[in-house]
C-alpha cells in the first residue's frame, strides 16, 4: 500500500505564493499518475491538476495558469508551486497517486491532505 505525505500548506495572504510537496512511499509495483486535488467548503473535490511519470501534465481551466505541476521520479515526489494566490483558493490540497500492485490492478491512494488558508 502507498503512503503519501503533503507538506507546504499555511497561511498565505491574498497574491501571495505556496510551494506544496506530496511524497509516496510504502509498497508498491510502480505509479504512473500523481496529482493534486482541492476541496473547499460547501464545494466538490476537484481535480487541479496531473502528472505522469513522463511528465505529461494536465491542468484544471479553473487554475488560470496561476499553478504548476512538477515531479521527481527520483524521490517519489510530487510538487505543486501556485502563485497570485486569492481567498478562493482556501482549502485542503490533497495528493493523489495511482499505484499498480501489478501490471493491471491499481488502486487510487490519497494523503491526509494539508490546509492552504489565503488571507483576504
Known amino acids: 500500500q502507498v503512503q503519501l505525505v503533503e507538506s507546504g500548506g499555511g497561511l498565505v495572504q491574498t497574491g501571495g505564493s505556496v510551494r506544496l510537496s506530496c511524497q509516496a512511499s510504502g509498497t508498491y509495483f510502480t505509479i504512473n499518475r500523481m496529482g493534486w486535488y482541492r476541496q473547499v467548503p460547501g464545494k466538490q473535490r476537484e481535480m487541479l491538476a496531473t502528472i505522469t511519470k513522463d511528465g505529461e501534465t494536465t491542468y484544471s481551466d479553473s487554475w488560470k495558469g496561476r499553478f504548476i505541476i512538477s515531479r521527481d521520479n527520483a524521490k517519489n515526489t510530487v510538487y505543486l508551486q501556485g502563485t497570485g494566490l486569492k481567498p478562493e483558493d482556501t482549502g485542503v490540497y490533497y495528493c493523489?497517486?495511482?499505484?499498480?500492485?501489478?501490471?493491471?490492478?491499481?488502486?487510487?491512494?490519497w494523503g491526509p491532505g494539508t490546509q492552504v488558508t489565503v488571507s483576504s
Open positions: 493523489t497517486a495511482r499505484a499498480y500492485e501489478v501490471s493491471f490492478n491499481y488502486r487510487d491512494a
